[in-house]
């Protein structure tokens, strides 16, 4: 009995499906193209070749953006030399002095003289 209901399933499947498949096949296959149909046609080189150009040009312009905006949110993080003034060259040297008689590496008499030696 089991084996007659499990049938019953597949054979009314078939029975509703058998019209759906008739309609199917009758329909009218689509006509070729008229004689003046030129394919691929005039926009074809727009979006084959001629749009390499363009996507490349985006894609630069896309990464140029992000590089900028990505230096300007960093702010003054995005020096990438020495972070001392341009203007005087002896700055940094004065800088390490300074720093080297705060820690006490050299007194006061020799800070002195490098002192001098530098600013002449």
């Avoid at 019209?19 to 727009?46: C, E, F, K, L, R």
């Avoid at 590089?67 to 001392?84: E, I, L, Q, T, Y």
């Avoid at 002095?97 to 600013?119: M, S």
């Amino acid at each position: 009995m089991r084996k007659n209901l499990s049938v019953l399933p597949l054979l009314t499947f078939s029975a509703l499906i058998a019209p759906v498949q008739v309609i199917a096949q009758t329909q009218q296959q689509p006509s070729a193209p008229p004689q003046d149909y030129y394919w691929p046609g005039p926009w074809h080189m727009m979006w084959g070749w001629g749009m390499f150009p363009m996507m490349l040009l985006f894609f630069i312009l896309f990464f140029v953006f992000i590089f900028f905006f990505a230096r300007a949110c960093m702010g003054g993080m995005h020096r990438w030399g020495p972070s001392h003034p341009w203007g005087d060259p002896t700055h940094s040297a004065l800088q390490i002095l300074n720093e080297r008689f705060a820690k006490g590496e050299i007194n006061q008499a020799e800070y002195e003289e490098r002192r001098r030696a530098l600013r002449s």
